[in-house]
């Protein structure tokens, strides 16, 4: 089992950037596919990047594409997610996840197994 800690989070205003982490313990967060996901007010909860095990591979939704990096340090067992350009619509908490799939990424929130308590990201107009 995994736990998984976010934080950067916080307010900033349009077009201002802002760096989330996820730190996991318990286990090596290399045994996992990782993903950030968000949900905004009154929304279902979405994808906005993941990431393989060794981080050779990344897939973004279309919202955030051009514009948001995800990263990942396996030797420091955090994941990172780098917020661009920030539109007062990326507003939302930001959840990190942890998936034991075998495939290399998940882009299903249903594939992930283990769930942060997520991170309050504001942008202001």
């Known amino acids: 089992q995994v736990q998984l800690v976010e934080s950067g989070g916080g307010l900033v205003q349009a077009g201002g950037s802002l760096r989330l982490s996820c730190a996991a313990s318990g286990r090596t967060a290399s045994m996992y596919v990782m993903g950030w996901f968000r949900q905004a007010p009154g929304k279902e909860r979405e994808l906005a990047a993941t990431i393989s095990r060794s981080g050779i591979s990344t897939y973004y939704s279309e919202s955030v594409r051009g514009r948001f990096t995800i990263s990942r340090d396996n030797a420091k067992n955090t994941v990172y997610l780098q917020l661009n350009s920030l539109k007062p619509e990326d507003t939302a908490v930001y959840y990190c996840?942890?998936?034991?799939?075998?495939?290399?990424?998940?882009?299903?929130?249903?594939?992930?197994?283990?769930w942060g308590q997520g991170t309050q990201v504001t942008v202001s107009s």
């Open positions: 996840a942890a998936s034991k799939s075998l495939s290399a990424i998940m882009t299903s929130s249903s594939g992930y197994d283990y």
